[in-house]
């Protein structure tokens, strides 16, 4: 497809969560894989990344793409918000999303999504998510975390609640241990959020 045909046609929108895990300092290079990986298959896709508190311990604002990627942080949450009417940032971006995935995933916010908690943009995001847009949950822990048995039970609720987990790979991690919990590349998770946008993919576009 021209680029300018790709310019004109509406963009696809991709809601990307980055919580506490090391891995978080791919967050910028998974947004520009997204985007790179949508122009290819002739999409143009925005992002929204909605990090959480510890996520922002990872990266910073100016590691991201200039154009097409816009950070989100709890803090944005209650600017936005001083009185009745005015826009409630996580139905905002519910609303807007044609996909999330949330990349790394993990222990914590695993936790909290299994169980319904919502204390923070992103799992407000997602308790609020409407069930017939698609999910994607990318885990990232160390392997002790990743072999207790309650990461096995929460993530086969995500699985029940319609997620789709793209499995975490074997190495050795940031904290020296090797095994597996480390986060898929980036590479392979934006092939697997581009492909849901696709025809047939599962996320049609928004009137
Ligand atoms: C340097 C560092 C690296 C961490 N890496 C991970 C990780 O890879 N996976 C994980 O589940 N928790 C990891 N944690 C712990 C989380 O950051 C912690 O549980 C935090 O409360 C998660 O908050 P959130 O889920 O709101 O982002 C790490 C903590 C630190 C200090």
């Known amino acids: 497809m021209a680029d300018s045909d ?10 990307l969560g980055a919580t506490g895990s090391v891995a978080s300092i791919k967050v910028p290079a998974l947004a520009r894989s997204i985007v790179q990986q949508g122009l290819a298959q002739g999409l143009r896709i925005e992002v929204a990344v909605a990090a959480s ?10 590691q991201l793409p200039e ?27 519910r609303r807007w999303a044609d996909v999330c995935v949330v990349a790394p995933l993990d ?3 695993l936790a909290k999504v299994a169980n319904g908690f919502c204390d923070n943009l992103l799992t ?20 002790m975390m990743w072999e207790h048995p309650i990461t096995s039970t929460q993530l086969a609720a995500l699985e029940g609640l319609g997620f789709t987990v793209v499995s975490p790979v074997s190495k050795t991690l940031a904290c020296g241990d090797f095994g597996m919990g480390a986060m898929a590349e980036p590479e392979v998770i934006a092939k697997a959020v581009v492909e849901h946008l696709l025809p047939g993919g599962g996320a049609p576009p928004q009137p």
């Not at 154009?67 to 971006?93: C, F, M, N, S």
């Open 6 to 15: 790709q310019q004109q046609q509406p963009a696809r929108r991709v809601l």
């Open 53 to 62: 508190a510890s996520a922002l311990h990872f990266f910073r604002r100016e």
């Open 67 to 93: 154009t097409g990627v816009t950070l989100y942080t709890d803090r944005d949450e209650w600017a936005q918000w001083k009185k009745i009417g005015d826009p409630v940032l996580h139905i905002e971006l």
């Open 107 to 109: 222990a914590n916010t």
């Open 124 to 143: 407000c995001v997602l308790r609020a998510w409407d069930m017939a847009k698609p999910r994607i949950v990318c885990p990232a822990m160390n392997p």
